[in-house]
């Protein structure tokens, strides 16, 4: 308001009320740049408030609204906006094409009606889609999943001979650059991909090449080999070879495990209660994902700032629980298969010595008090779109599969703190101190949500101490 141009060329002063006086101290002055863009005569002041707060990308796309009422085309550009949809690079010609299609409907009706039967759809492919869909509407039936936009957007050259995208997904391995650039990185032979074809096939059409080609951006070389293992794993099929190779389930969590127990660890449980469906997750594509599909940006395969932990979710011990409403996912976690103690451990630094003779042999063993307890930890939750209430009902949900698992594993199930919220005091949880085993990772870094983020080789085979919670039951067993 200390702006002259503001007050005098821009802003509707009959607009303004004491509650808008009030938010004026936290708006930013108008950019000069922003000021060559607003050629309206007036605008109201919940509009000066948008343009100020917003890129100049936003202020150009909210101007080719102007057909709109006001209230009309300020929700349809926050739509875009507050999900950060308009990427740096779009042309004047993407903008109005973008106008043309927000001014016929907003961009969630379009995700609802011609673009509804897209899996995994973000709000920001969507409107990659939006800004060039003369060139690309013929290919919308045929696409399935947010990758295929991806592909489509990517690619756009190459496809403008090409009839449809059953025709385009076959030529995928020609066209597509990021396949071409990404095999550079890992040289997977011809003969090789030759020879799997159809997995080849699959791992292009789900993303694959647009989801390591930007993991690797900017990777170390030792990144880009266990990448080209997965990859390799995936395309021939084998992935769950790799991840749940030998005796790797063992070794990592530093405990002999029956082979009944690695089976049923193995096994991916699931259950479903209208309209929820609840499942164990252990793919590669899927997994790469979790920083995209569901909250945590730290662990985005594209920038994530954690995104070197990564591959650490294809340990044997690691999988992630997905739940979906309607076939909309709205939650996720990871779980581990780990061992813990109630005790203060020194982990790998316990070391055996010589037996004193002089003291006397009672029988049992002298740290009995300090037993490991096999483990199925629950990390903290990520949710999308759903109300308190709901968030609770898929927690609740979860802990019912979870109680389910680990009563087949003989394991104890084990909540992160982040639960204490969601009332499970009256599922019998109570909250303790436990000393959480820092397994082995095939990866060497690892993220741990509820132990305190990044951790390193160094804290491998150590315990880690905090506040978790645990089933009545296990912490005061019944004499």
Known sequence: MLDRDTYERFLNINTLNSRNLKECAKLQVLSDEKKQVLTWEQYTFDEIRFIAAEDIFYVKLYHRLGDLKIDDRLRRIREIAGKKCLLEGKTEEHLDKLGMMLKEKPVSRWMEKELGHVALLSCQQAVNLLCVWDEIERFIPGIRTGCHADFLVYNLEKLRDIPDFKSAAEQMPEIDERWKRLNGTLKIGDDFLFKNREGFMRFLCEG?????????????????????????????????????????????????????????????????????????????????????????????????????????????????????????????????????????????????????????????????????????????????????????????????????????????????????????????????KYYMYIFASKNGEQYLDSLGGMAGARQEGSYEEGYFLFQESFVNPKK
């Open 208 to 432: 694959g090449a647009e989801i390591f080609s930007a993991f690797l951006s900017g990777a170390l070389d030792s990144e880009r080999e266990k990448a080209r293992r997965l990859c390799v794993a995936e395309i021939a099929g084998r992935f769950r070879e790799v991840k749940y190779y030998k005796n790797d389930l063992e070794r990592e969590i530093a405990l002999r495990l029956p082979e009944e127990v690695q089976q049923l660890w193995m096994k991916n449980m699931e259950m479903k209660k209208k309209p929820m469906r609840l499942w164990e997750e252990d793919r590669l594509l899927p997994i790469m994902q979790i920083g995209e599909v569901l909250g945590q940006p730290c662990l985005s395969y594209r920038d994530g700032k954690y995104k070197s932990c990564l591959l650490s979710c294809f340990d044997a011990n690691k999988k992630v629980v997905y739940l979906s409403v309607e076939g909309t996912l709205v939650f996720r976690a990871i779980i581990r298969l780990t061992k813990g103690t109630f005790y203060r451990t020194n982990g790998k630094r316990q070391r055996l010595q010589f037996a004193d003779l002089t003291q006397e042999d009672t029988g049992a063993e002298t740290v009995n008090d300090r037993k490991e307890y096999l483990t199925l930890f629950l990390e903290r939750p990520y949710f999308k779109g759903v109300s308190e209430e709901k968030e609770k009902e898929a927690v609740w949900f979860a802990v019912e599969m979870l109680k389910k698992k680990a009563k087949q594993l003989q394991a104890e199930l084990i909540l992160s703190d982040a639960y204490k919220k969601f009332g499970l005091e009256e599922k019998q949880f109570i909250r303790a």
